[in-house]
């Protein structure tokens, strides 16, 4: 039936991307205290999807800061149980000059949907409701139990679904997780992301004097926050890519060498990735170690701001009171948070200069996830894929973190199937994010395929 699936998505392609559109106008950025409105409009355009394409027992659910959203569909007795997980928040859109048109007025260029959202997560989201509405409309109903989870808190540290989950495994209960929120390696291949880093996230304050302080007054006997902080971040980390934080690589397992050769398989080229993705001189880090091994497999540390003393326009000599910084640790598999947390803490009050005072304060944090590929789940969606996209579906990791896909195999005990259609270069987080129309499609294809097949 996955014919009269696919043809039921390709006759209805402008009414779906239209539907898109309208969801991606609503600027739900959850960092920002002044969209809580529009935070939850998109809630309610997630709500009233998931009922349109007839899930059952929609739920609006009040959190300490955004509303997650719940719907089942529970009428295939002796028929898996997919849990399907998204978001509905983004990211700010700046710097505003630099996109080509407005980030929350979805515009199709060569081909590509450009807007923040575009592809993090709402059009990868919205992937899963129209494969439902594809079913239906072939089927009468979906040939499996699903359950949905939607989150407006992931672009900052997932709080309340991570409490959520740890409260409620009985109702979130099922059998495997769909997340679709990650890119496909390369245009047109298929990808399933089986390991994901782990995230540690801090802030370090640093106060020196009691207020800020004229430099020539002073200058040369006072403590200088700011200085302090470069000062500790400068010993905690080498110029070789060396973290230099005690046990920071007590635990790190190297990829089995099967894993390796497999990642030696795929099409890269270490000059490609320098110039059109990262787009600087050189490519940093540790010594010895390939390319995917540095953004895959090994623990990281990155300064990711730093804010303090005088910034604007003209000059000003002072010495500031305080200083912070942001400041993240990637993990890999076999580390432990709470361990990078407790050792990056006495590092920096061990390394803290003489007249300043530091406190860490911990943002967010989950460990990284390794799913086993040869899950029956996984095989099944490898399959979908490589029909859909006719090409082998290749497995790797991702040097992201997804701290939701911890959260389900620690508190539901179930692995994810990471099934994404973006593409490395759609600028997530960035201006111009964009996501691909034809993936778009051909993502709600495979994800219904998937449902058919898992469901058989």
């Known amino acids: 039936m996955s014919q009269a699936t696919d043809a039921f998505v390709q006759n209805n392609k402008d009414r779906f991307l239209e539907e898109l559109k309208e969801f991606i106008r609503i600027p739900s950025i959850s960092t920002f205290p002044e969209n809580r409105g529009d935070i939850e409009r998109a809630a309610q355009f997630v709500a009233g ?9 929609v739920e609006i659910i009040p959190t300490g800061k955004h509303p ?37 007025e979805p515009t199709v260029r060569d081909g590509n949907l450009y807007a923040r959202g575009a592809v993090d997560d709402k059009g990868q989201l ?14 009468g109903a979906p040939p499996l139990n699903l359950k949905f989870i939607v989150e407006g808190e992931e672009e900052v540290g997932g709080e309340s679904i991570s409490k959520f989950v740890a409260e409620n495994p009985v109702r979130l209960k099922a059998d495997i997780a769909l997340v679709s929120d990650t890119a496909l390696y390369a245009e047109g291949m298929p990808t399933l992301c089986i390991g ?11 106060i ?11 200058g040369g006997a006072a403590p200088n926050p700011l200085f302090g902080l470069i000062e500790l971040l400068a010993k905690a980390k ?20 099967a894993e390796k050769a497999s990642w030696d398989s795929l099409p890269f080229s270490e000059k490609d990735f320098l110039e059109k993705e990262v787009g600087s001189t050189a490519l940093t880090g540790e010594p010895g170690y390939s390319v995917f091994e540095r953004v895959w497999a090994r623990p990281t540390m990155e300064v990711h701001g730093i804010g303090g003393g005088f910034t604007g326009a003209g000059a000003k000599t002072v010495i500031p009171a305080r200083a912070t910084a942001k400041v993240s ?10 361990k990078i947390i407790a050792a990056w803490k006495k590092f920096v009050a061990d390394n803290t200069p003489a007249g300043i005072q530091t406190t860490v304060k911990v943002l967010s944090s989950a460990p990284a996830v390794m799913v086993n590929p040869e899950h029956p789940a996984i095989d099944i969606a490898a399959r979908a894929f490589a029909a859909v996209l ?12 997804i701290p939701i896909v911890g959260e389900f195999a620690k508190h539901l005990g179930i692995p994810s199937v990471l099934l994404g259609l973006g593409l490395p270069d759609d600028g997530l987080h960035s201006p111009n994010e964009k996501f691909k129309v034809d993936n778009f499609y051909l993502g709600i294809m495979t994800v219904a395929r998937f449902f058919e097949q898992y469901g058989a």
């Not at 598999?333 to 709470?338: G, V």
């Not at 497995?395 to 973190?401: A, D, E």
């Open 68 to 104: 997650l959203v719940y719907a089942d569909w529970l009428h295939a007795p002796g028929k898996p149980t997919v849990l399907c997980y998204g978001h509905y928040d983004v990211q700010p859109a700046d710097p505003l000059e630099e996109w080509k048109s407005p980030p929350f």
């Open 126 to 139: 919205y992937m899963h409701v129209k494969a439902i509405e594809a079913l239906r409309a072939v089927h």
């Open 49 to 57: 999807s998931l009922k349109a394409v007839g899930m059952e027992n």
């Open 208 to 218: 020196g004097p009691s207020r800020d302080l004229h430099s020539g007054l002073y």
């Open 390 to 401: 006719n090409r082998p579906t290749v497995f790797i990791r991702s040097g992201g973190s």
């Open 238 to 257: 080498d110029a070789q890519g060396h973290i230099q934080v005690p046990g920071m690589y007590d635990e790190v397992a190297a990829p089995a060498p």
């Open 329 to 338: 640790f990637r993990l890999v598999p076999n580390q432990t948070p709470e």
């Open 196 to 206: 994901l880093r782990g995230l540690v996230y801090t802030e370090v304050e640093a």
